[in-house]
């Protein structure tokens, strides 16, 4: 599997990529975004600096989640606020590491986000609600709508999709989009539940479809309990 280091301070670039290489992953580097453009083919993971010469990593991860099949994004800034970490996750990074880091740590959440990324690619659909994610190509729809939706979005959506009628916890779905980052609150999970909510309503499906299963968490209805909008009397 292929790794991009996208970082124009050479220490960390290096030493990131040695690191890699040692874990037994193909390696390329950037120093900036132009670069990091062309280098892009068969990527799985980009590990992506913040502040770059010619502008933000914000704008490749931007431009990345319009792409089907688009590499996993791990964040690198030495910006710690809640503020960043919370717009890299809704931007559609996968994770979110805050210099100074441990090599070690970084190729532990290295080897979580390529493990999930590449664990689930059953296409998931529900029988009676007309949901449907695929993993292969990240497209997600209702009633055949397409939804726009971020990583974490899809992630969340894919997640409770296949295993619908469970109730996951906040703690399991930080667990499972995650890993083990502190840097994610059950806030953090709400808000995500929430704007995924919002575009499905909006693509025209029902709005209990995500159900608030209170004191527990979250889940996908199966058929029971949920009403689909009847499509008698049109
Ligand atoms: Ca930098």
Redo the contacts with the bound molecule.
């Keep these: 599997m292929k790794v991009l280091v996208v970082?124009?301070?050479p220490a960390i670039r290096e030493s990131l990529a040695y690191s890699l290489k040692r874990e037994g992953y193909a390696v390329e580097v950037a120093a900036t975004l132009a670069e990091a453009e062309e280098k892009l083919t068969d990527v799985a993971l980009v590990i992506l600096?913040?502040?770059?010469p010619d502008g933000s990593g914000f704008d490749l991860l931007v431009g990345l989640r319009r792409r089907p099949r688009a590499p996993a994004v791990i964040v690198l800034s030495?910006r710690d606020s809640e503020a960043d970490r919370v717009a890299g996750l809704e931007t559609g990074a996968d994770d979110y590491i805050v210099k100074p880091f441990s090599p070690r740590e970084v190729m532990a959440r290295v080897r979580a986000v390529l493990r999930r990324s590449s664990a689930a690619t059953e296409v998931a659909t529900t029988p009676v609600i007309p949901l449907t994610t695929d993993p292969e190509t990240r497209r997600a729809s209702v009633s055949g709508v397409a939804l726009e939706l971020t990583r974490v979005e899809f992630d969340l959506l894919h997640c409770m999709l296949t295993a619908r009628g469970r109730v996951f916890t906040r703690a399991q779905l930080i667990e499972r989009l995650w890993g083990d980052n502190f840097a994610i609150t059950d806030r953090t999970v709400d808000s995500h539940v929430k704007a995924l909510r919002r575009k499905v309503a909006d693509a025209g499906g029902a709005p209990g479809l995500i159900e608030t299963v209170r004191g527990v968490g979250y889940r996908v209805s199966d058929s029971e309990g949920v009403s689909v909008e009847p499509s008698e009397g049109l």
Excluded at 49 to 52: G, P, V
């Design positions: 970082e124009d301070e600096d913040l502040m770059l030495s």
